[in-house]
């Protein structure tokens, strides 16, 4: 299993490929300004084709790589 801290680029995970947080860690999206999104913790993130998606406890799938893409931030930070 893989985990965030293994993730640098999108190749680090095969297509289908699924990473989760560290254990005892919680993570929020927020925008390249700093800006929370308002979609529940970070479940895991798989890859999709050329793009990774972190799926929430919303039930969101949010683009964390790419263009516009979210940014994975432990919480409380």
């Known amino acids: 299993m893989k985990h965030f801290y293994d993730l640098r680029t999108v ?11 560290e254990p005892g860690i919680t993570y929020d999206l927020r925008t390249i300004n700093n800006r929370k999104l308002d979609v529940g913790s970070v479940v895991d993130v798989i890859r999709q084709g050329p793009t990774l998606f972190a799926r929430t406890t919303s039930g969101d799938s949010i683009a964390v790589s790419g263009h516009g893409a979210a940014i994975l931030v432990p919480h409380d930070l």
């Open 11 to 21: 190749d680090d995970l095969a297509d289908g490929e699924i990473a989760t947080p």
